[in-house]
């Protein structure tokens, strides 16, 4: 049974723990009672073994008295402890903004360098693929880090990201841009998504926006070149010549045929690997492509061009670097061995990418379905595919010569018209 509760003092009361002890007596707990607001109010102040004595509180309930009586400060315990929390929390957001505060000063002393590790590790890393990390690579190096990487993010300018986007330009004497613009769209529009995550990320100040906001992006017009079959056949005979005359690394020449074959992107044969090619299934299984995993339909020439390139053991890769056969084939140095193919083939304005425009339209002009055509090319959306699809105008050419025939037979036809009579009514 518990022990009843005393008055050991005017506004004092305490009752003694059944059991435990504090010392030699009895452990004991305190509260005060008073008068507040116009009701009686009890509140707790502790056990003895906690430090509270007789003495304590009646100094705790004369603090209360003396609030209630002047007006200041809290007139009950749980005011003091609400006042208390909320010291403390204005404390903490205090402390917190002060170290917020100092974390962005921190933050926007960083330079344009620091920028781009975290972008390397954050975007990068994680959303972009093939080409596009190539290229963000080499841009970085190439460009834009001489240029700004030194420089706080803060204080980049307009005028300085207007120097990079237009330092790939060409003039003709007249003073007209006549080249470039592709690579300065390219740089355009890295930069913009770079300084995007700097206002993100807290890098730069908000008021200073992004520095290309007032930039115009360079007008690049769609490339409508589009490889002929002849030219097709005349780049084929020069990787022939080139595996027969051992004139190339048979790793370059057999990308490129592969291409020619397949219509893959360039970037994901380069990091096609053996677990990929399904024999069974005559299909290459894609697993990272620009639009995630894909099936691929091959034919038995591809399943043969790739067997006759042969596994390396150690090397996972398909196509495997020439002077590492651990890694995928570099991607610059099948660029350059396309130029002096094509070169070669007497073929010019075209890149590695207008194989794959040349394979689409192909398809769309074999096939009247067009899924089968993005099963081909691992197209996921019909409008995507559409956009690789060129008019061809050996086509178009034939297609005018029939219509302008049909149009000279009408006009020379004579009218055959048939006299309808209507019987005429018995009287």
């Not at 006042?83 to 921190?106: F, G, H, I, N, P």
């Not at 790793?251 to 677990?275: C, F, K, N, P, Y």
């Not at 099936?295 to 890769?317: H, I, K, V, Y």
């Amino acid at each position: 049974m518990a022990s009843p509760w005393i008055t050991v003092a005017p506004g004092i009361r305490a009752r003694d723990h059944d059991t435990r002890k504090h010392g030699v007596k009895l452990d004991r707990y305190f509260t005060v009672r008073f008068s507040a607001g116009g009701r009686q109010i009890e509140e707790a102040l502790g056990w003895a073994s906690e430090g509270w004595t007789l003495k304590r509180a009646q100094e705790e309930l004369g603090k209360l008295r003396e609030a209630q009586r002047t007006g200041e400060g809290p007139a009950t315990l749980r005011e003091r402890a609400e006042k208390k929390r909320a010291d403390e929390d204005v404390v903490r957001r205090e402390t917190s903004r002060a170290a917020e505060a100092l974390a962005q000063l921190e933050r926007q002393e960083k330079t344009v360098t620091e920028l781009w590790e975290r972008y390397l590790a954050e975007v990068v890393a994680v959303e972009n693929r093939g080409r596009t990390v190539v290229d963000k690579h080499r841009i970085w190096s190439k460009r834009i880090q001489p240029a700004i990487g030194a420089l706080k993010i803060k204080d980049i300018t307009e005028a300085d990201v207007v120097a990079l986007v237009h330092a790939p330009f060409k003039f003709d004497k007249a003073g007209q841009v006549v080249g470039g613009k592709a690579e300065a769209a390219n740089i355009y529009r890295f930069l913009h998504h770079l300084f995007v995550k700097a206002n993100a990320w807290g890098l730069r100040p908000q008021e200073l926006g992004n520095p290309l906001q007032n930039v115009h992006e360079p007008k690049v017009k769609r490339r409508e070149r589009l490889l002929t079959g002849s030219e097709i056949g005349a780049l084929m005979r020069v990787l022939d010549e080139a595996v027969t005359e051992d004139s190339e690394h048979v790793q370059v020449s057999g990308v490129i045929r592969a291409a020619i074959l397949t219509g893959a992107r360039i970037t994901e044969l380069l990091t096609l690997r053996w677990d990929a090619v399904r024999r069974e299934d005559m299909e290459l299984n894609l697993a990272d492509t620009k639009t995630g995993f894909s099936r691929r339909p091959m034919s038995g020439e591809t399943l043969n061009l790739l067997d006759s390139l042969g596994q390396m053991p150690g090397s996972a890769f398909v196509f495997r670097g020439i002077e590492d056969p651990t890694k995928p084939l570099d991607y610059y140095y099948v660029n350059k061995a396309f130029g002096r193919f094509t070169a070669a083939a007497g073929i010019s304005g075209v890149s590695l990418h207008t194989i794959r425009h040349w394979f689409a339209t192909m398809t769309a002009n074999s096939v009247s379905n067009p899924r089968v055509g993005m099963a081909l090319t691992g197209h996921k959306s019909h409008q995507a595919y559409m956009t690789y699809i060129h008019g061809d105008k050996e086509q178009a050419r034939a297609l005018a010569d029939q219509l302008a025939a049909l149009s000279r037979g009408l006009g020379q036809a004579q009218p055959k018209v048939i006299e309808i009579t209507h019987a005429k009514k018995k009287a």
